[in-house]
């Protein structure tokens, strides 16, 4: 079961996946602790970069050797570009590899903190998009951005609950619920993530789910971790749709506060 | 006729001989051309194309796959 069950679907693009939860690839220590993670995480969607074929050693790079692509769905990304056309380019190559339309777009900005340059972002979206490109866009926390990017015709907006790979988790909350309340397409919180109680609180804010790579690859136990990433995005997702009771400041008995002895 | 021609492959010279085809290229590596995407000066080259397009001295070739990644 997936957050609310099969009513409750995840829909991208047109195409209905079965786990809110999104995993990367890389970072494992080997290839056999990943493919565990991957399976205890439930994960359908698993993304993939794309680099030159090491030619000294051209069978030992590649991932597809170790992804069952039957049961898990590629979705390549463009993460080391730093310009637009930088991601486009990678964008084509990575559709050509046969797989899907999807990418999940990055356009990074800053080396130090790889935050997003959203300008460039958006300038690739637009050409990716009108390319046919179904495009999920590693962006920050900002509204604005996330307008225009589903104006360029974005497929999901991906903002980042804290700087890739920090594990600082949900550090805006508020402004990812005033995205995820203000845009019509799925957003997906990308990089941050720490540990199962961040993705928890992150799914309690209403999105649609959560990317996350080295929450699991750096965890003592990737395979534990990527299980309890599972429980506790279901969980957050349970939990937004129960709908949470209101906090206040004073203590509301429990038990009757009738019926005391004398 | 020169006895071979120099290509760039991610960044590497290699000869190859003249006439050689972007297939050829990838057999010669032991590459299997089903999970390798091969742009050639710039331009991505399909699948079907790979045996028919020849590579010229000179010509800039990269090859890419998937890798581990976030």
Same mark, same amino acid.
């Given at each position: 079961m997936t957050g609310g069950g099969t009513a409750d679907a995840l829909v991208i693009g047109g195409k209905t996946f079965r786990s809110r939860l999104m995993v990367g690839t890389g970072k494992y220590t080997d290839n056999e602790t990943m493919v565990r993670a991957l399976d205890a995480s439930g994960a359908e969607v698993v993304t993939?970069?794309?680099?030159?074929?090491?030619?000294?050693r051209?069978?030992?790079?590649?991932?597809?050797?170790?992804?069952?692509?039957?049961?898990?769905?590629?979705l390549a990304n463009t993460a080391g570009c730093y310009t637009a056309d930088e991601a486009i380019r990678y964008a084509r190559l990575a559709r050509e590899a046969g797989f899907n339309e999807f990418i999940k777009l990055e356009v990074i900005g800053d080396q130090e903190t790889l935050l997003p340059d959203v300008a460039g972002l958006i300038e690739a979206s637009t050409v990716l998009a009108r390319e046919g490109f179904q495009v999920m866009a590693y962006t920050n926390e900002d509204l604005i951005?996330?307008?225009?990017?589903? +104006? %360029? $015709?974005?497929? #999901?907006?991906?903002?980042?609950a804290s700087p890739i790979g920090s594990g600082l988790g949900l550090v805006n909350p508020y402004s990812i619920r005033t995205i995820k309340r203000r845009v019509q397409t799925p957003v997906i919180v990308d990089a941050g993530v720490g540990t199962a109680s961040d993705a928890c609180v992150t799914m309690e804010?209403?999105?649609?789910?959560?990317?996350?790579?080295?929450?699991?690859?750096?965890?003592?136990?990737p395979v534990a971790m990527a299980t309890a990433m599972r429980y506790?995005? +279901? %969980? $957050?997702?349970? #939990?937004?749709?129960?709908?949470r009771m209101p906090t206040r400041e004073i203590a509301v008995p429990s038990s009757p506060t009738s019926g005391m002895l004398e | 006729m020169t006895a071979s021609i120099t290509v760039?492959?991610?960044?590497?010279?290699?000869?190859?001989a003249?006439?050689?085809?972007?297939?050829?290229?990838?057999?010669?590596?032991?590459?299997?051309?089903?999970?390798?995407v091969v742009e050639l000066n710039r331009e991505?080259?399909?699948?079907?194309?790979?045996?028919?397009?020849?590579?010229?001295?000179?010509?800039?070739?990269?090859?890419?796959?998937?890798v581990g990644g976030g």
């Amino acid at each position: 079961m997936t957050g609310g069950g099969t009513a409750d679907a995840l829909v991208i693009g047109g195409k209905t996946f079965r786990s809110r939860l999104m995993v990367g690839t890389g970072k494992y220590t080997d290839n056999e602790t990943m493919v565990r993670a991957l399976d205890a995480s439930g994960a359908e969607v698993v993304t993939v970069a794309v680099r030159r074929v090491d030619l000294d050693r051209a069978n030992e790079t590649g991932i597809l050797h170790h992804l069952d692509t039957d049961r898990y769905f590629l979705l390549a990304n463009t993460a080391g570009c730093y310009t637009a056309d930088e991601a486009i380019r990678y964008a084509r190559l990575a559709r050509e590899a046969g797989f899907n339309e999807f990418i999940k777009l990055e356009v990074i900005g800053d080396q130090e903190t790889l935050l997003p340059d959203v300008a460039g972002l958006i300038e690739a979206s637009t050409v990716l998009a009108r390319e046919g490109f179904q495009v999920m866009a590693y962006t920050n926390e900002d509204l604005i951005t996330a307008l225009r990017l589903e +104006d %360029a $015709g974005c497929a #999901a907006i991906m903002p980042l609950a804290s700087p890739i790979g920090s594990g600082l988790g949900l550090v805006n909350p508020y402004s990812i619920r005033t995205i995820k309340r203000r845009v019509q397409t799925p957003v997906i919180v990308d990089a941050g993530v720490g540990t199962a109680s961040d993705a928890c609180v992150t799914m309690e804010q209403g999105v649609d789910g959560i990317l996350m790579n080295t929450a699991l690859a750096a965890a003592k136990d990737p395979v534990a971790m990527a299980t309890a990433m599972r429980y506790a995005v +279901d %969980a $957050g997702r349970l #939990a937004y749709l129960a709908g949470r009771m209101p906090t206040r400041e004073i203590a509301v008995p429990s038990s009757p506060t009738s019926g005391m002895l004398e | 006729m020169t006895a071979s021609i120099t290509v760039s492959v991610n960044g590497q010279a290699r000869e190859l001989a003249p006439g050689s085809s972007l297939l050829d290229l990838l057999t010669g590596l032991e590459l299997d051309p089903r999970t390798v995407v091969v742009e050639l000066n710039r331009e991505i080259v399909r699948r079907p194309a790979l045996e028919s397009t020849s590579v010229r001295d000179g010509d800039t070739i990269e090859l890419v796959h998937f890798v581990g990644g976030g």
